[in-house]
């Protein structure tokens, strides 16, 4: 079973930074980030390909946050930039233990491993 740690959420303001990281505890494939804000579902934030050559992006985020990889140290990375108090939610990551899935890197379905989420909250 992989285990996968979130970090690095917390308090920014309008227009601010905030740079979360996930770590695996073994070798992963294609990873993604989720968010969930309260009274809401769970919803696609961002996710890369095993090898980081593709990227996803969810249409609210794009070009504002920038997913990457580390693979020598099982690690994801999200740079949020120009955050908006809609941002605000716990950001889950997310991995799959398949190399090649059918199914969207935008689905709860790709992933076989979750974080336990980290807050992030963006004040106006």
């Known amino acids: 079973q992989v285990q996968l740690v979130e970090s690095g959420g917390g308090l920014a303001q309008t227009g601010g930074s905030l740079k979360l990281s996930c770590v695996a505890s073994?070798?992963?494939?294609?990873m993604g980030w989720f968010r969930q804000a309260p009274g809401k579902e769970r919803e696609f934030v961002s996710a890369?390909?095993?090898?980081?050559?593709?990227?996803y992006y969810a249409d609210s985020v794009k070009g504002r946050f920038t997913i990457s990889r580390e693979n020598v140290k099982n690690t994801v990375y999200l740079q949020m930039n120009s955050l908006k108090p809609e941002d605000t939610a716990v950001y889950y990551c997310?991995?799959?233990?398949?190399?090649?899935?059918?199914?969207?890197?935008?689905?709860?379905?790709?992933?076989?491993?979750w974080g336990q989420g980290t807050q992030v909250t963006v004040s106006s």
């Open positions: 073994d070798r992963t494939f294609s």
């Open positions: 997310a991995a799959s233990r398949m190399r090649y899935s059918s199914i969207n890197y935008d689905s709860n379905a790709r992933y076989d491993y």
């Open positions: 890369i390909s095993w090898n980081g050559g593709t990227t």
